[in-house]
């Protein structure tokens, strides 16, 4: 079977954690994903986001009285991230995912710098693959 870095998104959706949860929304609709990747103004790793996040922010704000949207990305982002790595085993990140519950994961290169992120749909590609 294939590694992760066979079937990963190679120039995932970022956003930086001084964006607001407006612009994150924005990037998250108009692209058509379920989550972008958190990076420092030097492209490194800070975090994820996920559609799920911008919601509960969005509400809890509203519900508080607050703006919407307002929120900064850093605030309400995901720090402790599970990451892998291009040469691991698509099918052992795939079980690792299962049971974190995961539905993407960013991929790192050796200095820790962002080189992907394997998602879900990209696994059933590579599991549809292996079939055929």
Do not use: F
């Amino acid at each position: 079977m294939s590694g992760v870095g066979d079937y990963l998104v190679a120039e995932p959706v970022t956003i930086t954690a001084d964006a607001d949860v407006y612009a994150a929304v924005h990037l998250i609709l108009s692209n058509q994903v379920s989550g972008i990747v958190v990076v420092d103004h030097n492209g490194m790793l800070l975090g994820m986001l996920s559609e799920l996040d911008c919601l509960r922010a969005m509400v809890t704000s509203v519900y508080n009285g607050g703006e919407p949207g307002g929120a900064l990305v850093g605030d309400i982002m995901i720090k402790n991230v599970v990451v892998n790595r291009s040469d691991e085993n698509i099918l052992e990140v795939a079980s690792s995912m299962l049971n974190d519950s995961h539905r993407r994961r960013p991929v790192l290169d050796k200095q820790g710098r962002l080189t992907g992120q394997i998602t879900c749909r990209q696994i059933l590609k590579a599991v549809t693959k292996y079939k055929e």
